[in-house]
């Protein structure tokens, strides 16, 4: 009896163990979803800096169309990581903003 009992369960282990293996391969065995790019929140802009590439070397404070493109509705300066604009534009784009700000071209804070 117990001797039954023993056999059929290491039948019904090692069958398992064999499938694992091959099935758990590269990283496991996975349900779909993820996918490619997670982040599908934000529509990703091109990762270069505007104004390198349209070759501005100092950020005109006047032009409140260009500087809009890097406020957010709130008002607030959107950080670089979602602009893709250069550590030394976004310095001297911080500065024209805040420079806008100060004669009234552009809002500390909007709405509410
Ligand atoms: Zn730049």
């Known amino acids: 009896m117990s001797e039954e009992i023993q056999s059929k369960a290491t039948e019904s282990a090692a069958p398992a163990a064999a499938s694992a293996g091959p099935s758990a391969g590269p990283r496991g065995p ?40 890097f406020i957010a509705e709130r008002g607030k300066i959107v950080p670089r990581r979602l602009t893709g604009v250069c550590t030394t534009h976004q ?10 700000r100060n004669i009234a071209l552009l809002p500390f804070a909007s709405g509410f």
């Open 91 to 100: 310095r001297r784009l911080t500065r024209a903003i805040k420079q806008a």
């Open 30 to 69: 996975r349900p779909a979803g993820g996918g490619p790019g997670g982040r599908g929140k934000f529509f990703r802009r091109k990762k270069v800096c505007k104004f390198c590439t349209e070759k501005i070397d100092s950020v005109p404070y006047r032009d409140v169309r260009l500087l809009q493109g």
